[in-house]
């Protein structure tokens, strides 16, 4: 409670709120996380922030038009049986669906793809909707972490400043420690940076539009792991969220996303249909009719720790948790298990 007192009578302004736990990005690890604070006996109080508009970090879906395109995450795979009681849990809310068993050529592996009813984003929607709003601050992008009178103090880009014992990282690593940068490091914590400082992430251009169906081979699609330079094609047609067929979205490889990734929007549309066209041997490919593009500057780790999370613990309480895909796996379930262990760890110290 003196600490309380200490921040409060600093006069440091603007102040949210003083909480227990400050959980930095809402994605599907920080969403899990906060979960966790919310079942049970726990007592602590909690905060989850953003510098989005919406929960979901890359299970992400645009409205263009009449259709929805998922643009981030294209489908994700079960393999654990902690993220199979939870998609069970999905399927039977309707939130999500089975899309298909394989692609291109190889259209059943056995193994499922699974993708929201109504794109990505409501399922990670959907997932954070039991937590209170009043919890959730989004809009609000942290730039620096500090420690002040025995709090993590983490202030956001508008000047707000978060207090909390205990801080919860999930946003990729090169965000991470810029953020980080004035935070006072001992040994433990020194450690952690070094091994972090070895992840690095591929970016990914994604193509969003309305293309000619006449022009393309449309069972094909979706196609994974295509030669450079193109990645992944899918229509969005197939998984429901368009009326229109070839309503695609085409991720770029790391490599031609590195490359064009400060490109005019013009210029990386017209790459796409020429590769388009020269991969599947097609007469040719329009521009799409309407199109958007989007740029995941750290779309996926290259580098993966096998703990589903990095944590320090410093004097009075103090805990940073260091968690997400590049912890648990760079897949959509191996950040819904980095947050639940994150979650768990939590709330038994509550």
């Given at each position: 409670m003196s600490d309380h007192i200490a921040v409060l009578e600093a006069g440091m302004q603007p102040i949210q709120e003083i909480v227990d736990v400050l959980i930095i990005g809402a994605g599907l690890c920080g969403v899990t996380a906060a979960r966790s604070l919310t079942t049970g006996?726990?007592?602590?109080?909690?905060?989850?922030?953003?510098k989005s508009r919406s929960v979901g970090g890359r299970m992400a879906t645009r409205r263009i038009e009449d259709a929805r395109f998922d643009h981030g995450a294209q489908f994700f795979t079960v393999r654990s049986a902690p993220f199979k009681a939870e998609v069970d849990n999905w399927l039977k809310q309707g939130i999500c669906k089975e899309w298909v068993r394989g692609f291109g050529d190889s259209l059943d592996d056995g193994h499922p793809r699974y993708v929201g009813t109504n794109g990505m984003n409501q399922i990670i929607k959907e997932f954070a909707a039991p937590l209170p709003q009043k919890n959730i601050a989004l809009n609000e992008k942290i730039i620096d972490v500090e420690l002040i009178d025995g709090f993590i103090a983490s202030t956001s880009e508008s000047g707000t400043k978060f207090f909390a014992k205990k801080?919860?990282?999930?946003?990729?690593?090169?965000?991470?420690?810029?953020?980080?940068?004035?935070?006072?490091?001992?040994?433990?914590?020194?450690?952690?940076?070094?091994?972090?400082?070895?992840?690095?992430?591929?970016?990914?251009?994604?193509?969003?539009?309305?293309?000619?169906?006449?022009?393309?081979?449309?069972?094909?699609?979706?196609?994974?792991?295509?030669?450079?330079?193109?990645?992944?094609?899918a229509d969005n047609f197939s998984k429901g969220l368009s009326g229109r067929k070839a309503s695609l979205t085409v991720h770029l490889s790391s490599e031609a996303s590195h490359g064009l990734f400060t490109a005019n929007d013009s210029v990386v549309v017209d790459f796409v249909c020429h590769e388009l066209r020269r991969h599947f041997h097609l007469k040719k490919v329009t521009r799409p009719t309407t199109v958007e593009v989007h740029r995941w500057r750290f779309a996926t780790p290259k580098t993966?720790?096998?703990?589903?999370?990095?944590?320090?613990?410093g004097p009075n309480g103090l805990a940073i948790y260091y968690a997400g895909e590049a912890f648990g796996g760079p897949k959509i379930e191996g950040a819904y298990l980095s947050g639940l262990a994150v979650g768990k760890a939590l709330a038994a110290e509550g």
């Open positions: 006996e726990n007592k602590q109080s909690w905060k989850l922030i953003d801080l919860v990282l999930t946003s990729p690593i090169t965000q991470i420690n810029a953020m980080m940068a004035k935070f006072p490091l001992d040994q433990k914590i020194s450690k952690i940076i070094e091994q972090l400082g070895g992840v690095i992430y591929d970016p990914c251009i994604a193509v969003m539009g309305f293309f000619d169906p006449e022009e393309l081979p449309l069972d094909k699609f979706p196609a994974k792991s295509m030669n450079a330079p193109l990645a992944f094609v993966t720790f096998h703990k589903p999370y990095l944590n320090w613990s």
